[in-house]
């Protein structure tokens, strides 16, 4: 019999394991013993980290999009638009059913369909939405908003956690102020406010870096602000608390959740996500233990950091499992919460050279005293062209 793998999402985590199980696996995959299948609703890649940049011109659309068939192994089945986009799973009969009406069947399955936004759980934010979390013409968009700014008020808001990726407003907010200052020569005009939901930045030394630096370019950064609604009429916002805050222009991270079909399915918690053992990434659900199942990526545990980093190391960690499953034994990788977030302080210009730095941890190693360097900026920039021809394909 043949053994079917079941890939849904081909997003940066679903591609490696792909990729991964496609190279450990070619001669049985030739043989006819194995089958990858990968569904996607798009057959463009997008690498959404790069969303960050896209405001300030340092990366264009084309730099950040590739076809997806490009990016996976020829000995992957892929199946795209109506043929690949996911409307229901059923973990009990090991089925998955597509917008075409299709069903897959699978001995293994991976759900790595990432989050999506939801701007309609914060009242009124619909009606004044900037925002550069979610896609590319709205990143660009507020590039065009910030290009005109004259001056007042920016507010950068993130209404709650979890979110993906939770260090880019720190980083887009650390941009915008050089930006402001070294390209536009405008920031004695401008206010900049970050409102942020919860007390701490991150672990503590991420925090202690992010807290001196915000300080020091006099960044206002107002902590516990969840949004509770917005007020497009008379430019204001207001917490879930009551506080309310002005603004001429609002920047917001809207809140996030796991995709309709997963939630349809009735797959996740009590806090909306999908559950999994915080080191197997097996699903624990509602529907019981599925030992065949792993979750990875944006849409897993509420309370696994949600980073490009963290999905890679996730994938690893799947990809090895599942070969040590195939392969016939138990052995079991486990996954110890490696995860990172780059931060950037500083944005190359004439004036200033740029800075960055990759903080890395994990559950029990928090990230040591670091600082950001020229360095880091320039390799953080270049990661960005080595992701297509390396990462997704998992050679690094």
């Given at each position: ?7 849904l999402?081909a ?14 696996f ?5 043989k ?12 463009m890649g997008?690498n ?18 590739r076809?997806?068939k490009?990016?996976l ?10 043929q ?27 759900i790595?369909m990432?989050a999506?936004?939801?701007?309609s ?15 590319m ?5 507020v590039?065009?908003?910030?290009r005109?700014f004259?001056g ?5 808001s993130?209404s ?13 907010s ?6 402001l200052?070294?390209?536009?020569n ?14 701490p ?11 001196g630096?915000?300080?020091e ?34 920047i ?8 309709k079909?997963?939630l349809?399915s ?14 197997t990434l097996q ?7 599925k030992?065949?199942v792993?979750?990875?990526?944006d ?6 950091l ?9 994938a690893q960690v ?5 070969i ?10 486990k ?9 950037i ?9 740029g800075?960055?730095?990759?903080a ?20 953080y920039r ?7 021809d390396?990462s997704i394909?998992?050679?690094m």
């Amino acid at each position: 019999m043949k053994e079917r793998v079941l890939i849904l999402g081909a997003g940066y985590a679903g591609a490696v394991i792909a990729n991964t199980l496609a190279r450990e696996f070619r001669r049985k995959i030739a043989k006819g013993e194995l089958e990858i299948t990968v569904l996607d609703k798009n057959d463009m890649g997008v690498n959404q980290g790069g969303f960050t940049f896209l405001p300030f011109g340092l990366y264009t659309p084309e730099d950040l999009v590739r076809p997806r068939k490009e990016s996976l192994s020829p000995r992957i089945k892929s199946r795209f638009g109506d043929q690949g986009e996911v409307t229901g799973i059923d973990l009990n009969r090991q089925q998955v059913t597509v917008k075409s009406g299709k069903n897959y069947s699978y001995d293994h399955l991976v759900i790595a369909m990432g989050a999506r936004s939801d701007a309609s759980g914060v009242p009124g934010l619909e009606d004044d939405l900037n925002t550069f979390y979610t896609s590319m013409d709205d990143a660009l968009e507020v590039g065009e908003l910030i290009r005109n700014f004259k001056g007042g008020r920016i507010v950068v808001s993130v209404s709650r956690m979890p979110i993906p990726c939770p260090g880019a407003p720190v980083k887009f907010s650390f941009l915008l102020e050089s930006y402001l200052r070294d390209i536009r020569n405008i920031r004695d005009d401008v206010q900049l406010t970050l409102l942020w939901p919860m007390e701490p930045i991150g672990p503590p030394e991420f925090n202690k870096l992010v807290t001196g630096r915000l300080e020091e370019k006099g960044i206002e950064a107002i902590r516990q602000f969840q949004l509770g609604k917005v007020d497009a009429s008379n430019k204001m916002v207001e917490s879930t608390d009551g506080r309310q805050e002005n603004y001429d222009l609002l920047i917001t991270v809207p809140p996030h959740k796991p995709q309709k079909a997963v939630l349809d399915s009735g797959l996740t918690d009590e806090k909306g996500w999908i559950d999994a053992d915080k080191t197997t990434l097996q699903y624990r659900g509602p529907l019981g233990d599925k030992d065949n199942v792993y979750i990875v990526g944006d849409n897993g545990p509420a309370d696994i950091l949600k980073t490009g980093i963290g999905a890679h190391y996730q994938a690893q960690v799947v990809s090895h499992n599942l070969i040590n499953t195939i392969n016939g034994n138990n052995i079991k990788s486990k996954y110890k919460g490696e995860t990172g977030c780059p931060i950037i302080t500083d944005m190359a210009s004439d004036a200033h050279t740029g800075r960055a730095y990759i903080a890395t941890w994990s559950y029990k190693n928090p990230p040591q005293s670091f600082d950001t360097t020229q360095l880091g900026w320039y390799l953080y920039r270049m990661y960005y062209y080595l992701h297509w021809d390396m990462s997704i394909k998992a050679l690094m």
